[in-house]
Each structure stands twice: as C-alpha cells, then as structure tokens.
C-alpha cells in the first residue's frame, strides 16, 4: 500500500474539494455462490466490489496522507488539519455509508469506519472549526450505532467470529473513544474479547482457517483490527490483555510462525496457502499491526523482525503506524 501518491493537500497550501461522497452501497461477494470456503474468488464480481470501494479506499488514502503529514511538522498544521477536517465533514454532511444495500456492503464498512476514525484522531486536535467536528462526529456516530446493530441482528454466523467483525469491533471502539460513548467502547471491548477467545490453543482463528488457500490471509487480516482494538482498549483503561490463556500472544505467534512456510494453515484448510503458491506475495501493510503490538508487548527479538516490513502503515489504521504509536495520539483520551 503505497503512501507516495500525490496528497490532497499540495504544496501551495490550497486545500482540493473532497471527492463525490458515497452514499449508497450494494455488491455481491467476491466469490462464486457454490464456494462453502469462501476462498473460491468470482473474478467479475471481485472487480465488482472492488470498483464500489475503490473511490472509498482512494479518499481514505488521501487523507491518511494529509493526517501524517501534520503529525510530523508544525509546518502548515493547523492548514492541514483544517483541510482533512473539511473534506471529511463534506462527506459527513452529505450521509455517506447512509444507504447499504447488501449485506456485503455491511460487512466491508467496517474497517473504512476505521480508516475515517483514525484520519479524525489525528488532525481533530489542530483543526479550527468546530463546527465540522461536531458534524463528522455526529456522522461517525450514526455510522457505528448501525453497525453494532448489524452485527448483532443480521451478520451470519461464521462471520459474527471473523475478521470483519474486527474491524467492525476497531472502528466502534474509535468513535467510542472520540464520542466518549460507553455502549460503543463496551460493545468493541466484547466483540475483541469474543474474537480472541475462538482462537485454537495454538493460535489459529477456526473461522480464518476454513478459507482454503486465503487461510493465512485472512488470519492476517483478523490480527491487525485485534491488535490495535486491544491496545486501544488497554490505554482506556478496558484492559483485556492476557485473556483466554494469553490469546492474542498466542494469535500473533502462530501467525508470524506460519509465514514461514504456511504449512499449518496448509494442514488446517488442506489446500496450499495463496502466500506460497504465486498467488499473493507478502506485502509491508499487511503487518502494519507489529507496530502496535510492540507497543503492548516488547520484544527485541520481534522488533529485530519487523525491520523487513518497515516502514509500516495502512491508511485503514491510520497510515504511518511508527508515527502513530510513537506520538500522543496513541495515548489520548
């Protein structure tokens, strides 16, 4: 995931209008009806969910961009911070996410939630218009309360314990913060609890393992949300650190183990990880969550390890995640 496109806010310090807000939503899966794993991938309808999101994805990273940059410099701060708040409350104003008409389109909200919530964090503190604070926080709101709703009422099952769920659970838990919203932080705080507490003795998510060849992948989609849920958790003083005989230690371990060589996620699903087989290679963003986790757990060794992915970020986690936890906005509120 690259950080290195052109930003929002340009060296002429004029601020760009936001994109056309989303309003509605509505797509299938990404794969074929008869797929009981869920790892068997319909190209047509893959393109499908991925054009639907992609002006979604493609504005997250835009601000994320704009975010970090007034985190690093006092230079023109308040104008960036002003800007990313601007274009954010352009979108809240018009409802964005307002009209989901699938539940696919339910599912995949969740972590652009997240993305939104933490771009918030980061500039919120420098912006000066309160007002369009007060509107985006009002929009945030509106969004999180229909996806606790959703996940409790309409998600299916096996999804309940899987990785959309937790990024449901991060983006909950940062407006929760943001609003100072006890439903929504306890609400995150069980939902982190319920995902760790699925996890095998030996680390494996039963719900990741059964996707085939995505196996491993979506093992690694589902550590990065419950990592930073449960040191947010941790800094608000809901600790679940340790729970279920040390699940997320026990996560995050069988987890790097197997990018090895996938073999026990091999062993669990019966099919050839797509990390191995030529299908997928391993990308830094995918273990952005390593700066998080160090920060709930130290550990030289693992430190020593994630130098290969760094520098590590994801817009959906904020963007630069070494800035992010080094500085307060890992520690506010």
């Known amino acids: 995931m690259s950080l290195l496109a052109t930003p929002v806010f340009a060296a002429n310090e004029t601020c760009a209008a936001a994109p056309e807000p989303v309003i509605t939503l509505g797509f299938g899966s990404r794969y074929t009806d008869d797929s009981v ?34 985190l690093e410099s006092e230079e023109n701060r308040t104008e960036k911070a002003d800007c990313a708040i601007a274009q954010m409350a352009t979108w809240a104003e ?20 997240a993305g939104f919530a933490m771009t918030y964090r980061q500039v919120a503190p420098y912006s000066t218009d309160p007002q369009a604070r007060q509107v985006i926080e009002d929009w945030l709101g509106r969004r ?10 309409d998600a ?38 319920l995902l760790q507490c699925e996890a095998n003795p030996d680390g ?14 979506y093992q690694l989609h589902a550590v990065a949300p419950m990592v ?13 650190k340790g729970i279920c005989d040390n699940a997320l230690d026990r996560i995050v371990a069988f987890t790097i183990a197997d990018l090895e060589a996938g073999e ?28 998080a986790y160090l920060v709930l757990s130290p550990n030289p060794d693992l430190d020593a390890y994630a130098d290969q992915f760094r520098p590590l970020s994801h817009s959906k986690m904020g963007g630069d995640q070494a800035l992010l936890w080094a500085s307060p906005i890992g520690s506010d509120g």
Not at 228 to 240: A, K, N, V, Y
Not at 272 to 286: N, R, Y
């Open 144 to 153: 999180i309360d229909e996806q606790m709703t959703f996940w409790e009422e």
């Open 94 to 113: 018009a409802d964005a996410f307002s009209e989901l008409n699938s539940i696919g389109a339910n599912f995949s909200i969740g972590a652009r939630l």
């Open 228 to 240: 930073l849920t449960t040191l947010l958790l941790e800094q608000q003083g809901r600790s679940i």
């Open 156 to 193: 299916t099952s096996g999804a309940k314990t899987g990785n959309l769920r937790g990024w449901a659970a991060l983006g909950v838990n940062l407006v929760g913060q943001i609003r100072n919203d006890p439903v929504a932080l306890s609400w995150s705080q069980w939902s982190a609890t």
């Open 37 to 70: 794993s869920r790892s068997d991938i319909d190209e047509a309808s893959n393109a499908q969910v991925n054009a639907a999101l992609g002006p979604i994805d493609d504005f997250l990273r835009d601000l994320t961009r704009v975010a970090n940059a007034a």
């Open 264 to 291: 026990a996620s091999e062993a669990y699903s019966g099919e050839s990880q797509s990390l191995f087989d030529g299908t997928d290679e391993l990308e830094s963003f995918q273990m952005a969550w390593l700066e």
């Open 204 to 217: 494996s998510l039963p719900q990741e393992m059964r996707r085939g060849k995505y196996a491993l992948h």
